[in-house]
């Protein structure tokens, strides 16, 4: 037999081993065999890589200024503020003058020292009782105007800022060391003597040597000189 017909008992295995290598891409597909030419052709491109951005210098915060005050601004500023005073309290007390502190301390205190209203008996109205607590104020109990106060002690010797603002700083001065060493025996009678020194008798004895030290003639003229700046005329 000839040669050609060795050919048609050889397996296709075998047959297809003997194929040019080109053949190969004739079973590929289109899309495949085209990516794969491309890839061959073209050497991988290397990628650049993004430039760094330099960071600019973080630039110096400049400090804070700070406003300064001078001496002659703080007073103006304290004389305007003795102008906006309202009424003849809020001017003593605000300035923190020495005759107002001592009003201030003796109002906390003024029944060690002022015996108001006097120890006299009250004569009870007719309709009305006394209201226990308060001599010399009646309330009525009988009639039309059930519950009605009726208060008959001095209002001119009444211990009250109005009253004592009229008294000399030596008068303020006398009465409020009065009351302070009368609490300061009422306190020891009731806490007995201690071992050491209670912060109430403390705040006492302190209050006692501040109010020996106050310069009278000199308080009286610095709380008319405050309460001319504050434009109150006193009655």
């Known amino acids: 037999e000839d040669e050609d017909d060795d050919d048609d008992d050889v397996p296709l295995s075998k047959l297809r081993g003997v194929v040019d290598d080109d053949s190969e891409e004739d079973d590929l597909p289109l899309v495949k065999l085209k990516s794969a030419r491309k890839k061959k052709a073209e050497p991988a491109k290397k990628k650049k890589a993004p430039a760094k951005k330099k960071k600019a210098p973080a630039k110096k915060k400049a400090p804070a200024k700070t406003k300064k005050t001078s001496a002659a601004a703080a007073a103006s500023s304290s004389a305007n503020n003795d102008d906006e005073y309202q009424t003849v309290a809020a001017a003593m007390y605000g300035s923190g003058s020495l005759k107002g502190l001592l009003i201030q301390r003796l109002l906390c205190r003024w029944w060690y020292a002022i ?107 610095e709380a008319t000189k405050i309460l001319k700046k504050a434009t109150i005329m006193l009655q």
């Open 115 to 221: 015996d108001w209203p006097a120890s006299t008996s009250f004569e009870t109205p007719r309709n009305f009782d006394a209201l226990d607590g308060f001599p010399g104020v009646f309330v009525q109990t009988k009639g039309d105007s059930v519950g009605k106060l009726l208060d008959q002690r001095d209002e001119s010797t009444k211990p009250c800022f109005a009253n004592f603002l009229k008294m000399e700083s030596s008068e303020l001065k006398d009465l409020l060391t009065t009351a302070l060493e009368r609490q300061l025996e009422a306190l020891m009678e009731a806490e007995g003597k201690e071992d050491g020194t209670s912060d109430t008798e403390k705040e006492i004895k302190d209050l006692i040597k501040w109010t020996n030290k106050v310069n009278t003639s000199k308080a009286d003229k």
